[in-house]
């Protein structure tokens, strides 16, 4: 007698993603879905995917998607939760679309408490436009606009996010995670729930970045990307909990 | 009715409300900060929804979520923060959706003045935001029609799944007169099934996009939105013309500036000179048959354009005279706004140069 152990999530589109071999956007992808699908949201959830590699999550994610412009998509998001607080409404968006462009409409959606959930991935490079240096790219780390590596006399240090965010009132929970392996995957899924339990309970704004892979930008073997997110990005960016409003600190 | 006195930015936002609008989001700007400051009491009033957002930019982001989920949204601001939403007005444009953006024109370029200013007549009517887009662009000239045309381009924009800009200048926001309140008799909309509000009983998606990464489905787009905007250049041409039958003269001129015109077309008509004002209310579609008609009158002469800027709608008036007549221009610009003698001694001026 056959029994299934595993398959597709009611919540993805049974449909084949543009993705790379190794690129981590197709495992988050599947988190929020099993999320939401867990959560019973799938009917009533809104994402807003701006422009970036993930601008055409709405074509995998099986909820309603909004596309929106290069950083804005804190502000979309901001349009459909005021004016429907009953929906869950979450953002999927990249570095450079969060900690470059979209710099404003993150910080002050964050302020104000927004209560939708940013599902910040951060691969610290520009995947869409072919691997430019990002915010969050490390520090000597080569990319087509830092060929040489990345300088910080002349660069600057790269942004940590969730702890920048974490400063303002407005943010209730924030986590860092990544999907490197099967025990940081289940944390990270962990870490996605929260994000939606709260704010169906309405706390404030709920924030989870993910330490996401770029093999094809990296220069990497999709399981040589994988080991880089472990060995060297998570020392620059330390996984775990940035803030938590439900707990005193 | 009863009339009542109103400031035109404060009437603006009560017009909005009237219309059914449920989300306001705006910056402080100069000359429209009563908009906002009206909106932040009364939309909450009214079980809408009010944010002063961090930018214009933010702000018609905030406008584009709240329409991609159905809701009658607006935003307003004058020329430097229009400059800003260019960017989510295109998207508007190319995701389809509804949306009402009013521009309190000053006197630019760059930071300029907060006077008046009808330099953004380019800006509106040719190059809303990057692509092959267009905007329906509705001018008014009063407090009365600026309260009116809300209504109307509330309408529009549900009909036509596309944005539309109230264009003032600043003068219309700051002036107060009375003005009555129209019920209105509520227009026939199509029903907003491409919302994004959560999944279809049958589980299909709503997805608001304006990417097409295929260039040949992106071609088929652009020219289903050329079709659309063939149709509203057919049926929503507006315009009113003053006395412009067997005149000598016809001064084209929209705002405030048509207001100014009369003014003068009156003053004139004591000379015995027959001067009419053909004023466009629509900027886009522009109303080039009905202006052709008249300038195409044996009694006319020269077809005057007057505007607040270094001229701009004056191209659109020789689109339409099409050189059957001189089409000479006056403009005053950078927050100056033309008096009526001025304008009479250009008509002077034009009458000496035919008879010579």
């Known amino acids: 007698m056959s029994q299934i152990v595993y398959q597709r999530s009611p919540g993805l589109k049974d449909v084949e993603t543009h993705y790379c071999p190794g690129c981590h956007h197709g495992i988050v992808h599947k988190l929020i879905a099993e999320v939401l699908t867990e959560m019973d949201l799938l009917d009533t959830a809104v994402g807003v995917c701006p422009v970036g590699c993930s601008v055409l999550a709405g074509n995998y994610i099986n909820c309603d998607f909004i596309e929106a412009a290069h950083g804005r998509a804190p502000a979309v998001a901001t349009g459909v939760k005021r004016t429907h607080p009953e929906l869950p409404v979450f953002t999927y968006q990249g570095d450079g679309d969060l900690a470059s462009i979209g710099t404003a409409e993150i910080v002050h959606a964050t302020m104000r408490g927004e209560k939708f959930t940013t599902i910040f991935i951060n691969n610290a490079i520009y995947g869409m436009t072919g691997g430019q240096m990002a915010p969050t790219t490390l520090e000597g780390q080569k990319s087509t606009t830092s060929q040489s590596g990345r300088d910080r006399k002349i660069h600057g240090l790269p942004v940590r996010m969730a702890e920048m965010l974490a400063t303002l009132d407005g943010m209730a929970y924030a986590e860092r995670v990544c999907v490197a392996d099967i025990p940081s995957l289940n944390k990270a899924k962990r870490a996605i729930k929260k994000a939606f339990t709260l704010q169906q309970k309405g706390i404030g704004f709920t924030f989870i970045e993910v330490l996401s892979t770029c093999p094809t930008n990296w220069g990497m073997s999709p399981v040589e990307a994988g080991r880089w997110v472990q060995s060297t990005m998570s020392q620059y960016y330390p996984l775990g909990v940035v803030k938590d409003a439900e707990v005193p600190a | ?356």
């Open chain 2, 1 to 356: 009715m009863q009339k009542e006195l109103w400031k035109g930015n404060e009437a603006i936002a009560e017009a909005a409300v009237r219309a059914g609008c449920r989300a306001y989001f705006g910056y402080p700007i100069t000359p429209q900060n009563e908009i906002p400051e009206y909106m932040s009491v009364r939309m909450p009033e009214a079980g809408g929804v009010f944010v002063q957002a961090e930018s214009e930019i933010a702000a018609i982001n905030m406008v584009y979520g709240a329409a991609a989920a159905g809701v009658r949204a607006m935003t307003s601001s004058s020329s430097p923060g229009i400059s800003l939403k260019q960017e989510g007005i295109s998207y508007l444009i190319g995701a389809e959706l509804p949306a009402v953006i009013v521009n309190m024109m000053r006197g630019g370029p760059g930071l300029g003045t907060i006077q008046a200013g009808q330099a953004d007549y380019f800006q509106a009517t040719r190059s809303p935001g990057h692509g092959d887009g267009r905007m329906i662009v509705l001018a008014p000239s009063g407090i009365q029609e600026a309260a009116d045309l809300v209504a109307e381009a509330f309408d529009l924009a549900d009909i036509y799944r596309n944005p539309v800009m109230i264009l003032a200048d600043g003068m219309i926001g700051q002036m107060m007169e009375p003005i009555v309140w129209h019920e209105r008799k509520p227009a026939e909309l199509p029903p907003k099934d491409w919302a994004a509000l959560g999944r279809e009983g049958d589980g299909r998606t709503h997805f608001v996009t304006s990417l097409r990464l295929q260039s040949a489905e992106n071609e088929v787009f652009n020219q289903q939105l050329m079709g659309k905007y063939q149709q509203i250049a057919r049926d929503e041409v507006r315009w009113e013309a003053i006395d412009c039958q067997d005149a000598q003269i016809i001064i084209v001129a929209y705002g405030t500036t048509a207001r100014i015109c009369q003014s003068a077309a009156r003053k004139l008509k004591q000379e015995g000179i027959r001067v009419g004002v053909f004023r466009p209310i629509g900027l886009w579609p522009y109303p080039y048959e009905a202006l052709r008609k008249l300038a195409e009158q044996d009694t006319v002469r020269s077809v005057l354009t007057v505007e607040m800027s270094l001229g701009q709608m004056v191209e659109d008036v020789r689109l339409a005279v099409c050189g059957v007549k001189p089409t000479p221009f006056y403009g005053r610009t950078g927050g100056m706004i033309p008096e009526t003698e001025q304008v009479a001694d250009q008509v002077h001026q034009i009458l000496r140069e035919v008879k010579a």
